[in-house]
């Protein structure tokens, strides 16, 4: 299996930036397809973006598409989420994802398609 741990998580302006890091440890990271989601209180997590597990193919949901990028380093076992032009409705935890299924273009977008999961990262957006 592999373990996930989410960070730069943070406070916010509108209109600002942020890059969450996610970095694994444990079995071969290219292995993975990963994803990031969200989630806020009273809520189901969301999907926020997806890269296959050689970085070819990415996916995005349509509130972040052109604000977010989704990037992976497989030589450091690490995969980031950039974010620009922060919105308030951005505000919620954000979880680092794997799904270690072998499918070589997948970007899967169900939250149940990803059996590993980090604790999560707050990012807040002030307005």
């Known amino acids: 299996q592999v373990q996930l741990v989410e960070s730069g998580g943070g406070l916010v302006q509108a209109g600002g930036s942020l890059r969450l890091s996610c970095a694994a440890s444990?079995?071969?990271?290219?292995?993975?397809?990963m994803g990031w989601f969200r989630q806020t209180p009273g809520k189901e997590r969301e999907f926020v973006a997806a890269i296959s597990r050689y970085g070819r193919t990415t996916a995005y949901a349509d509130s972040v598409k052109g604000r977010f990028t989704i990037s992976r380093d497989n030589a450091k076992n690490m995969v980031y989420l950039q974010m620009e032009n922060l919105k308030p409705e951005d505000t919620a935890v954000y979880y680092c994802?794997?799904?270690?299924?072998?499918?070589?273009?997948?970007?899967?977008?169900?939250?149940?398609?990803?059996?590993?999961w980090g604790q999560g990262t707050q990012v807040t957006v002030a307005s």
């Open positions: 444990g079995r071969t990271f290219s292995n993975y397809a």
């Open positions: 994802a794997g799904d270690g299924r072998l499918r070589v273009a997948s970007t899967p977008r169900g939250s149940w398609e990803y059996e590993y």
